[in-house]
């Protein structure tokens, strides 16, 4: 007997039930158990009318549609479309169906129009409805079907490991949960991943991968997978309408010039180890796009890489991004330096009508400023900040600002026309220094370290400053660092800065590590309470311009000295001098200087004179000792 003759003959013969059974080893004791095909739920009435009852063990879904429904109600298939590729499982003959349609998966239907239903008491597998994952069949119909079936159904897709071609969008109309083998890594750039690894590869142009929801249904899951588009002019993935303990764990969308994901009305969800990579494009596209009142999501450990475009905010409330990390790419050398990405624009953006947005111990990695304006040609203070923030009661905590070049800096952050914003505990490295770059409005700012980068030739010094437009802010409880001794003197700017007097910023007590620059602070900005944090002496020094120094000095004579003007106090500011010479200085009386009885201040040694300003621009003495 040839081979094929035998492979025929074993193809139609039945066995027995308790050999299909025996033959199915665990599965075949659950069944006998009664746990996965209970003959009283399963076996059709026409079975028990008829008396058939045979079970048969088929190796494809092409050779149970060849079963005649006469004479067999059960199969085991033991491949889609060959055995164990992972398709097939248990079916039984539904002799009371003759309308459903075939949708390549659940519902078989033989040639002789019998309905074969899979007996679905788990997860789905993708592979059971003809979805080959070899990288080079098309996938779409399959992964369609599936997902079809399982939102219908309320049952969860498992993806096996493999690569699966998707060719146009695959749409639900509600939340689904779609289970991949194993979490699958990012390789942009060229790096190896991980195996198993679950990959849906998009060549769908203008237009969305996968699009999750529309008509609003809480819950949902999306796990394990990876959604690679290789560079295509599309996008990842669209989650709207939906919500309500939804939860996306170790996801990766990659490679999408445009959306990597976008979020539509999305609510009360939790979404980790969610990787954007390689996606977006400078100011059209971010690659997390979150709109229509996204409201109540939590981010865990969110990963944004090689994008020049990274995450914009609209009308979005109560979100959270906790030990996030958000990197343009821009590598100093070597063959990843082929995936640097450039932006003019900023890169993070939360627009008017956003509120209660918290950043907890983040990572943040923009481009310098020097490197965008060298890739096109522009002036670097032409480069936009990098997180450009419009809305209320946005709050940076515990996160870090690092530029990844050596002597490079950045234009990091940018709040205009906010307020009720706390930026604490942040560390800004390598910040520029050629134009205002934190700029603040309606912001307390407390307890960062900032650091700035002198590039050696610049004569400016630029700091901290407050909006034109913005809300008054407060600076106190920071440490400011510049090492720059050994430079040129600065004749421009400001250490700390206020644009509009109607919106100053209260400037408190933080310690100055600034070898070199202009001024301190000029007289827009607003004393908070004096702690003494500086001390000058004054020795020669006849006209006395408090922009140029710490708002909270203790000036000192070590030497017989006159004084004879005071100019630019900030409002409210504290002016205290101390004579500790054994000869005696003088502060002449006039101008905005109002000492008492109108005469000069003889400070003999050891003497304290202490003036205030009154909100008008006149130094009036408050208190002396001698």
Known sequence: MSDQQQSKDSSTKPVSRKKFLVSMGMTGAAL??????????????????SGAGNVEVV?????LKALSKTTYFFAFVTGYY????????????????????????TVIVASDGGRWKLAATDKISLRQFGAKGNGISDDTAATQAAMTWCADNNHALYVPSGTYIITSPVTTSVAITVVGEAQSPSATPSYPQGVPAVTFLSTVAADYCFKFGNSYQ???????????????????????????????????????????VTGDYIQDMHIRALGIIDCGTENVYPSLNLVNNCNSVHFDRLHIEITPYMLNISGGSDITFNGCHFEVSEYPSGGITVVNRYSRYSQIVINNGSNHIDFNACLFAPNSVQAVASHFGVAETSVAPFMIITSYKVNIRG?????????????MVS?????????DGCAFDQVYMDQYAILLSGTTFINNDVTWIDNGTSTKFYGIANSSN?????????????????????????????????????LGDNEYYVSKFYKHHNTACKADAFVVRDQRVLNGV????????????????????????????AAGQQVSFINYAVSTSTIQNGGIVVLKGSTNATLPTNGLLVLQETLNGILVEKSRNF
């Open 82 to 105: 060959a055995s164990g590729d992972g398709g097939g499982g248990n079916y039984y003959f539904d002799s009371t169906d003759t309308t459903s349609a075939d949708n390549g998966g």
């Open 415 to 423: 709040f205009t026309s906010s307020s009720s914003c706390i930026v």
């Open 218 to 260: 809480r819950g949902g899951q999306l796990r394990n997978f990876r959604i690679y588009g290789a560079g295509i002019n599309g996008s990842g993935m669209l989650l709207k309408n939906q919500g309500w303990d939804g939860l996306i764990d170790s996801v990766v969308v990659e490679g999408f010039q445009q959306y990597g």
């Open 399 to 411: 996160c870090q600002f690092r530029q990844t070049q050596t002597g490079k800096s950045s234009n």
């Open 542 to 569: 006849s006209t006395l311009d408090l922009e140029r120094y710490d708002i909270n000095t203790l000036f000192g004579y070590t030497a017989t000295t006159t004084t004879s003007s005071i100019i630019n106090p």
């Open 59 to 63: 190796t494809s879904i092409s050779a």
């Open 32 to 49: 006998a158990a009664g746990s996965l095909l209970s003959p009283t739920s399963l076996l059709p009435r026409a079975k028990a009318a």
């Open 470 to 506: 913005g809300s008054p802010s407060r600076v106190k409880d920071n440490r400011f660092f510049c090492f720059n001794g050994s430079v040129s003197a600065k004749t421009s700017g400001y250490i700390v800065y206020t644009n509009a007097a109607i919106a100053p910023i209260t």
